[in-house]
């Protein structure tokens, strides 16, 4: 018997109209664990590196994670992974909800579409009755519309349903995935399952899902949840609100928005809003999200309210995430009921909601620079709202200018020419980011934005405070319990963590330590990743209930794996390392591996190569940020050390210290950051 996991995957190939229910390898849940990882290895083993994103041979894939369906708290993610259109890399975004412990009760760990459909369709899994039905109905019809649809036309009020809008059919490179309170957005993924000619996924299980160790997997659960209400009941002071309590920033909850107003920019991240937020303002907004705000809302399992219902006059009612609240009122430097209405037309549509609102605010400051002219932009109205609703439409349908602005700042900017280029600076590896834009480069941010292949920070960043508390006593209390680092020196790095003087970078003492931080940050939220639990209860808040020290125990209580951090640990860099070998086999190197142009304004070139060249050695990687022959087989990852050394990637006797650049010897060891 299998627990936690089904033990089986659902292959569908859409060209064929073929259905496969395929047994899985237990081994593979030990080295890979599941959800990300075993995701990692499918699409290196099945979809070649010449493979484009929207060929046949690219797979889509739908993974609950390891511990999803169990009783874990607030495990519920479903990781979608494919490559990317936009990026033309492994994308894997994750989304919340209860479609991952659906799937699990009907009976399957996976969903894994290849080929294409040759009419639209949607998927219907009932437990073992597995169907592709005719969709042209639901052509054009939103994302949400369309869960509706399919819940009456199927008569399961309780189906859960993945769906893409309009800009998934006509593949819009930053099209989502959306079901309901939660969205695979990053990456383009609705993309391809629009390529793919998939409409929507609907799934109904009832079923059970097993785990091995029964009463102690409970009592785990239990000590879970006594410790966020112990959190809870004390927040931790100093912290700004977004993280004084568990789960992901409580923004339908918190409404002081002076921060995220004064660094979120005119979407494209190129003027600051300093002295925007007012008393006026703060209450205008506050009355606003308050009347609109039906209910908090929570995804399967799970404690915390990172969601609300939103009503807004003249509109359905719908759920919105916590950072889209944000994003479209800031790209069009207006108010929060424009914000909140435009959201959810962009939602319907299916749109990722933080590319979405800077590719229109792209758009507009090209037309301001004269590089887009009336003749790009035919009846463009004069209002700023309606000119983002203008564009909304144009993009979703791909209609002149839109077909362009679709493809991502990006794309549109080497497309359009004429200097547009300098216009497309908030992206990583092609991708658009959050649109901030601060004062001094912070090394530890730098390294999470540079290496970072999940493409996005907020699935990035995590455990170790954003900022120093001024005071030593502050400091010396927060180490106190701080139960959650893997190792003792981590209270040290923030005992010593002092604000600096404006001429020197306020944040870490040595490269190393840098590393180190950002290396344990990365790997908490691989290991979520894996097992499908939410990054607000481990790998994204202070002090969380899940942390290295009790996942060993939930895995081997929960799946019959037998684990302990060093094995944990091990299991992470492995498929971590896969992730990566994944891309470098698509062609990308260290040059692909740079923030934002314009996310900082001041910058330290040598301490940022610095810092490549250490992270890089931390990991096992040659200078080019290629693992080396000798990581990959220390982590059993032999047949892609083969598989480079056939392709010319390494040499078959590869040795990264004979590899890192000049710059780690003189100066990785050496460079204070903080001088």
């Known amino acids: 018997m299998r627990y936690a996991e089904t033990g089986y995957n659902l292959e569908i190939d859409l060209t064929r109209g073929n259905i496969e229910r395929v047994q899985t390898d237990p081994s593979e849940t030990e080295l890979y664990l599941g959800g990300l990882g075993t995701n990692a290895k499918l699409l290196w083993d099945r979809v070649p590196p010449e493979a484009d994103p929207f060929s046949p041979e690219n797979l889509l894939i739908f993974a609950a994670g390891l511990l999803c369906g169990t009783p874990a708290t607030g495990c519920n993610r479903t990781i979608v992974s494919t490559i990317s259109p936009q990026t033309r890399l492994m994308a894997f975004s994750m989304m919340g909800g209860f479609w991952a412990p659906e799937l699990k009760y009907a009976g399957y760990d996976k969903v894994i579409l290849r080929g294409k459909s040759p009419e639209l369709v949607y998927l219907w899994i009932h437990n073992d009755k597995v169907e592709i039905r005719d969709a042209a109905h639901l052509r054009g019809k939103g994302s949400i519309e369309t869960a509706e649809i399919l819940r009456q036309e199927l008569n399961e009020p309780k ?57 102690e997997f409970i009592g785990l659960c239990n000590e879970v949840l006594e410790y966020i209400k112990v959190r809870e009941e004390n927040p931790i002071p100093g912290v700004m609100p977004i993280l004084a309590g568990l789960g992901s920033p409580q923004e339908m909850k918190v409404h ?3 921060w995220h107003t004064e660094n979120f920019m005119w979407g494209n991240s190129r003027h600051r809003r300093k002295g925007f937020w007012t008393e006026d303002i703060a209450k205008q907004w506050t009355d606003t999200m308050e009347s609109a705000r039906t209910r908090l809302i929570s995804c399967y399992n799970c404690p915390m309210k ?11 009612t719908y759920m919105m995430k916590c950072f889209t609240k944000l994003t479209y009122t800031m790209a069009a430097m207006s108010d929060l009921d424009f914000g909140l209405r435009i959201a959810q037309q962009a939602t319907e549509y299916g749109l990722d909601g933080f590319s979405a609102p800077q590719v229109m605010a792209f758009a507009l400051e090209l037309y301001e620079e004269g590089i887009l002219t009336d003749d790009d932009l035919p009846g463009l109205p004069e209002g700023n709202e309606d000119r983002f609703y203008y564009l909304l439409d144009k993009i979703v349908r791909r209609e002149g200018i839109g077909d362009v602005l679709a493809d991502g700042t990006y794309w549109a900017a080497q497309a359009i020419g004429k200097g547009a280029e300098a216009f ?12 901030l834009k601060l004062s001094m480069l912070n090394p530890i941010y730098f390294l999470m934005y540079a290496t970072g292949e999940k493409i996005n920070i907020t699935q990035i960043e995590g455990q170790f405070p954003q900022a120093p508390f001024p005071k030593r006593e502050q400091r010396e209390a927060f180490v106190k319990d701080w139960i959650q680092v893997p190792h003792e020196k981590f209270k ?22 840098t590393c180190d931080i950002v290396d344990w940050q990365e790997q908490m939220h691989y290991i979520d990743d894996a097992l499908g639990q939410c990054a607000g209860l481990s790998s994204f808040p202070l002090k969380p209930p899940y942390h290295i020290h009790n996942y060993p125990k939930f895995i081997a209580a929960g799946a019959g794996v037998e684990m302990d951090e060093a094995k944990l640990t091990r299991a992470a860099k492995r498929y971590r390392t896969l992730v990566r070998a994944v891309n470098i086999r698509r062609g990308m190197r260290r040059k692909d591996d740079a923030p934002p142009q314009n996310h900082w304004k001041k910058r330290f070139p040598e301490l940022e190569a610095a810092l490549l060249d250490a992270y890089y050695k931390l990991k096992g990687w040659n200078s080019e940020g290629i693992p080396t022959t000798e990581t990959l087989r220390d982590l059993d990852l032999d047949y892609v050390a083969k598989e480079f050394v056939e392709r010319g990637i390494l040499a078959d006797d590869d040795d990264s210290s004979a590899q890192q650049s000049s710059t780690t010897d003189n100066q990785a060891e050496g460079v204070n950051v903080a001088g």
């Not at 939660?182 to 609907?202: L, T, Y």
């Not at 990172?306 to 359905?316: E, Q, R, V, Y």
Request: proline letters at 6%; charged letters at 20%.
């Open 424 to 435: 497309a600076h908030n992206n990583i590896k092609k991708h658009e980011q959050l649109p």
């Open 256 to 258: 002081d928005e002076k």
């Open 159 to 215: 189906a859960q349903v993945a769906a893409i809008g309009l800009a998934g059919e006509n593949r819009v490179y930053f099209a989502s995935i959306e079901q309901g309170r939660s969205s695979a957005s990053r990456g383009g993924i609705g993309a391809v399952m629009g390529d793919k000619r998939v409409k929507a996924i609907a799934v109904r299980g009832t079923k059970d899902v097993n785990v091995a160790q029964p009463a």
């Open 306 to 316: 990172c969601g609300a219902t939103i009503s807004m006059p003249g509109l359905p």
């Open 492 to 513: 040290q790095y923030f005992l010593d963590w002092e604000l600096r003087g404006e001429n020197s970078i306020p944040y870490y003492p040595t490269v190393e330590m």
